[in-house]
């Protein structure tokens, strides 16, 4: 009965009071993160071309590169606005990625380890 | 946004049977999404894979970089631009940063162009943004030739690591052969945009009913996301 109800709600969008009209943003919210993005490539070019190194160097490209894709995400991919349901969808399972790149980590440092030792680090 | 949710049903009000009610029932009646039609549900769910094939190529790339015991060629000076009498490092991958950027930014003012109805400006700021990704490929494509004129292989290069030829051309090549559909697609969807197919009012695959534009916003999930893999490919193989 509840069910055929909901069934019969979510088929029928005259129904629904005045639904917005797809995504509806200000431009300035866009021209802003247009701007920041700018801001954000030439700081991380500036990473290199002034020639950083070590941890300085990869922690300002880490920190740029994951602002730079928060933003396009959460404002260009519209994802701030989406149900948490698509959101967690979408969002979650590339963390499997960060447990893929541990492993082969440690993978890579024990072929690292096997190339010195038996040839030698030619 | 218009309810994505349509009955199929033929004249006796029955579900219709074989490969048409198989296509009828896994193109309409479950939904998870609320309020998400099926077009941007899908959309989502092929970037979500190609985010997997391009973090692959980037682990393995990173495995490759931390495995070899000959050191790695330096993408400063390998990717420098002889301008002026100096070595500018890196300096044509930043502009090719700037101009995916920027082509981010039409695409985003193409879609909100589309929600407001303006036919002319979306069309207009889709065909820039196609513009702006061709400009992309066309830099890349210099930068393989020079790089191939270079001796760069993917099986060694003059400078160290044999490695580095085969992830360099793979990873940028699948990203620009990502470009290069984005801007065709880009091209078909303006086209349309331009003619005024989605104010027609005719059933298309792009199209569900009169004024609806959400494919504007669908093709630009998908542009953004090439800018977005770009931004990892930047930091992860260009300044690491």
């Known amino acids: 009965m509840t069910k055929a109800k909901i069934h019969q709600a979510s088929n029928a969008p005259a129904a629904a009071p005045a639904h917005e009209e797809g995504q509806q943003h200000p431009i300035k919210l866009y021209l802003v993160v247009w701007l ?20 300085l160097r990869w922690s300002l490209i880490v920190i740029f590169m994951l602002l730079k894709a928060g933003l396009i995400v959460a404002v260009f991919m519209h994802m701030a606005w989406e149900r948490l349901a698509l959101g967690y969808a979408i969002l979650l399972p590339p963390l499997a990625v960060l447990v893929f790149l541990a492993i082969m980590t440690a993978e890579s440092d024990y072929t690292l380890g096997s190339r010195l030792i038996f040839f030698g680090g030619q | 946004m218009a309810d994505a949710t349509v009955k199929r049903l033929d004249a006796s009000g029955q579900r219709p049977d074989g490969l048409e009610g198989f296509v009828a029932d896994w193109s309409s009646d479950q939904r998870a999404f609320k309020k998400v039609s099926w077009g941007k549900a899908m959309m989502w769910i092929f970037l979500l894979s190609d985010t997997f094939i391009f973090s692959i190529f980037l682990v393995s790339y990173m ?122 697609f880009l091209l078909i969807v303006a086209s349309k945009v331009w003619k005024g197919e989605f104010d027609s009012g005719r ?12 494919a504007v916003e669908i093709m630009g999930l998908y542009w953004h996301f090439v800018d977005l893999v770009w931004v990892f490919i930047f930091a992860f193989f260009y300044l690491w």
Not at chain 2, 203 to 214: A, F, M
């Open chain 2, 203 to 214: 059933r298309s695959w792009l199209c569900r009913e009169k004024g609806d534009y959400e």
């Open chain 1, 36 to 55: 920041l993005l700018f801001v954000l490539s030439a700081g991380s070019y500036l990473v290199d071309y002034a020639d950083l190194q070590g941890l």
């Open chain 2, 63 to 184: 495995s490759a970089r931390s495995s070899t015991t000959e050191a790695w060629p330096s993408a400063s000076e390998v990717f420098a631009l002889h301008i002026g009498g100096a070595d500018i490092p890196l300096i044509l991958i930043a502009i090719m940063t700037f101009v995916l950027i920027s082509s981010s930014g039409t695409m985003a003012m193409a879609v909100n162009c589309a929600y407001r109805k303006q036919r002319r400006n979306t069309a207009l700021l889709m065909i820039a943004t196609a513009a702006l990704g061709a400009a992309f490929v066309g830099m890349q494509a210099f930068e393989w030739s020079k790089l191939i004129a270079e001796g760069v292989r993917p099986w060694g290069n003059p400078w160290g690591a044999p490695q580095f030829g085969a992830s360099f051309f793979m990873i940028t090549g699948f990203h620009g052969t990502h470009v290069s559909f984005g801007v065709i």
